[in-house]
């Protein structure tokens, strides 16, 4: 089944304990990307990849990192958490000749830094 | 500027009845305009997209445009329980990946009551 998936799907943890979220996908898909969804704003893009060891910042990356070493992993990192990070956040993915909209989107990750 | 303003809701609404969702927006360089629909704890899932103005119908749902006038509507047909979910308007400049990326509105929480 085609599928992005992400993990944990939920996190609660505490202000400045670095962690991770992993996304991957099984689609063989070169464009990923990370967003967070809150209420009142909306989907924001944080970062995205166009291909292994292509990333760049989206219009909310600070605070976050990326890294895309393999074609079905891009990770998001928050190496100092803290309680604005609070949200839901989603990895897509989409072919190279797909457009942008074609994008699929993982189950989501609930983080809630306290 | 890249804003978008959609009514969060709830819109509740009888089974069978017609619904209407909208967007407006203030970049006049968008051309492409999506309509995607989130179940609970789940991702956004493509339902419908529209490059430029005009109508697009698919089944019971309709999407339409009104660059003029910056508006964007879905209009849900036979509306089913089924269909309740967040609807999310979106926006861009450009088809592909990249720094032009999508402009989400907040989402339209419906609710068809059986």
């Known amino acids: 089944e085609a599928q992005v998936t992400q993990n944990p799907r939920y996190l609660i943890t505490v202000t400045g304990k670095k962690l991770t979220v992993t996304c991957s996908q099984n689609?063989?898909?070169?464009?990923m990307s990370w967003y967070r969804q809150d209420p009142g704003l909306g989907l924001r893009q944080i970062y995205y990849?166009?291909?292994?060891?292509?990333?760049d910042k989206g219009d909310v990356p600070e605070g976050y990192k990326v890294s895309r070493k393999e074609k079905r992993n891009f990770p998001l990192i928050l190496e100092s958490p803290s309680p604005n990070q609070t949200s839901l956040y989603f990895c897509a993915s989409k072919a190279r000749d797909r457009r942008l909209y074609e994008q699929y989107f993982g189950p989501g990750t609930r983080l809630t830094v306290t | 500027q890249k804003e978008v303003e959609q009514d969060p809701g709830p819109l509740s609404v009888p089974e069978g009845a017609i619904v209407s969702l909208n967007c407006t927006y203030s970049?006049?360089?968008?051309?492409?305009f999506m309509w995607y629909r989130q179940y609970s704890r789940k991702g956004p899932e493509l339902l419908m997209y529209t490059y430029s103005s005009g109508n697009k119908e698919d089944g019971r749902f309709t999407a339409q445009v009104d660059k003029s006038s910056k508006y964007i509507s879905l209009f849900i047909r036979d509306s089913q329980p089924s269909d309740s979910a967040t609807y999310l308007c979106?926006?861009?400049?450009?088809?592909?990946?990249?720094?032009?990326?999508?402009?989400f509105g907040k989402g339209t929480h419906l609710i068809i009551q059986p």
């Open positions: 970049n006049s360089a968008f051309q492409y």
């Open positions: 979106a926006m861009s400049e450009r088809s592909g990946g990249g720094a032009d990326g999508l402009t």
């Open positions: 990849s166009m291909n292994v060891e292509v990333t």
């Open positions: 689609m063989n898909h070169e464009y």
